[in-house]
């Protein structure tokens, strides 16, 4: 093509309107992909308080002015289940799904926390001994999933497992679960923003909150706290620049932790001190509003129910 015919067919490209500017520096301003309400570690019982209490922290998410779409519940639904009967199990669900029938209008989906894990010891030959019970009464597909909302991939981990001896519990992500979750991001590929749900964090510096985790001047942190088998999250994570944030509940305690690129979160506790007051050490009972964005970026705003 000549220097003639060139200029020829660019004759013939569409004019631009004036209106619009050819090059553009400033980048695109973000927008929110979604924004859904962080509650967890909520260990309702059937007494007034925790009743109250939690229908008045669904009450206070849904009248918002900018309301959440969805609930994400982050674990420990009911008070415990380790160590309860089979009846004693069965009165804290029923307190959960009175409130939930009576008070919350959002869907809301689910992640395994350690007291929703039926571990009586009388139970273990009961069909529903272990997450069995959770599963079905969250009506959730499985221990672990993944599912797709508006442009973002959740990622919801069960971050609780039984100890080598059998007992309740130690945090880690077993190796079936592993397989699946390398598979899952790799079907997902480098681009669609992911966040990752555990109940027990993969990377919080609440561990360090308590003397008791130092033993002669050496810090001790069990798989209980942070999950054992984080550094293998860790690496695995840093293969995918779109694993944006990681969420988790547990300790009852607020941090962030921006770490090779991920947002880890650790979103305090509905029920604060476990109903006993309101503050579990420096960290007021509340829950979160979580808003995700189209670029990748994540805030959050931890709020005060009562
Ligand atoms: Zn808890």
Same mark, same amino acid.
């Given at each position: 093509m000549n220097r003639r015919t060139l200029l020829k067919s660019a004759a013939l490209l569409p004019l631009v309107p004036a209106s619009q500017p050819l090059l553009t520096t400033a980048p695109a301003a973000r927008k929110r992909s979604v924004r859904f309400a962080y509650i967890g570690d909520t260990h309702i019982t059937p007494d007034t308080k925790p009743m109250e209490s939690i229908a008045k922290c669904f009450h206070h998410a849904q009248n918002q002015a900018d309301k959440p779409s969805f609930v994400l519940h982050g674990?420990?639904?009911?008070?415990?289940?380790?160590?309860?009967?089979?009846?004693?199990v069965q009165k804290q669900w029923d307190a959960w799904h009175t409130v939930m029938k009576a008070d919350n209008s959002?869907?809301?989906?689910?992640?395994?926390? *350690?007291?929703d894990v039926w571990g009586f010891e009388g139970a273990k030959s009961d069909p529903m001994y272990g997450k069995k019970w959770a599963v079905d009464l969250m009506k959730i597909s499985g221990r672990y999933r993944s599912f797709d909302k508006n442009g973002w991939h959740f990622i919801i981990l069960d971050s609780v497992q039984p100890k080598p001896d059998g007992m309740w519990y130690t945090g880690n992500i077993d190796p079936e679960q592993l397989d699946w979750l390398k598979q899952d991001l790799a079907k997902t590929g480098t681009k669609t923003p992911v966040l990752v749900m555990s109940h027990i964090p993969i990377f919080s510096p609440t561990a360090f909150f308590s003397e008791q985790n130092n033993k002669d001047g050496n810090w001790t942190i069990s798989g209980g706290l942070v999950l054992s088998n984080t550094p293998e999250l860790l690496k695995l994570f840093y293969q995918y620049p779109n694993v944006k944030t990681a969420l988790s509940g547990h300790m009852h305690?607020?941090?962030?932790?921006?770490? *090779?690129?991920v947002t880890y979160l650790c979103n305090g506790a509905v029920s604060g001190n476990w109903w006993k007051s309101d503050t579990y050490q420096q960290t007021k009972a509340g829950y979160a509003l979580i808003d995700l964005y189209d670029d990748g970026t994540v805030e959050r705003t931890y709020l005060q129910y009562a």
């Open positions: 674990g420990d639904v009911i008070m415990d289940a380790l160590k309860q009967d089979r009846d004693g959002l869907p809301i989906e689910y992640c395994i926390g *350690n007291h305690l607020l941090d962030r932790v921006d770490y *090779n690129g």
